[in-house]
């Protein structure tokens, strides 16, 4: 199901953007962490950040819904995701609003919408 909601939301970007898009699975967060290095090394920057999946105690789960496939808040204070000045970032999984939303924006300094239920 997230594969063709990602797939569907492609698309729509697709039709309004003409830079770079990168959709792709990602299955643990050392995959996540080290596609920002990689987009970082190239010296490129995110205007927006999509996340399509589960959510649970400390934000978006990568791959899994098992611990410890979640950034803990110490690991996202460290992590460096290399956002443009205007960018956002979109968590598409439920309770993302409540309190993982406010805490991203305020820790990567980017417009950033979730869903409260």
Same mark, same amino acid.
């Not at 589960?54 to 803990?72: D, V």
């Not at 960018?87 to 939303?101: G, L, M, N, Q, T």
């Given at each position: ?13 697709? +039709?309004?953007?003409?830079?770079? *898009? ?16 990689? *987009?970082?090394? +190239?010296?490129? +920057? ?5 996340? *399509? ?16 496939? +979640? ?9 460096? *995701? ?36």
């Amino acid at each position: 199901m997230f594969e063709r909601v990602a797939n569907t939301m492609y698309k729509e970007i697709k +039709q309004r953007c003409r830079d770079e *898009i990168i959709c792709r699975g990602i299955f643990g967060k050392n995959s996540l962490t080290d596609l920002f290095c990689a *987009i970082t090394e +190239q010296g490129k +920057q995110i205007d927006e950040y999509h996340f *399509i999946g589960h959510s649970g105690m400390y934000g978006p789960m990568y791959g899994t819904t098992a611990y410890p496939e +979640q950034y803990s808040p110490h690991e996202l204070k460290n992590l460096e *995701i290399p956002f443009s000045a205007n960018a956002k970032a979109y968590f598409h999984c439920c309770r993302s609003a409540r309190w993982f939303a406010p805490f991203f924006a305020e820790q990567f300094k980017v417009e950033t919408l979730g869903y409260y239920w």
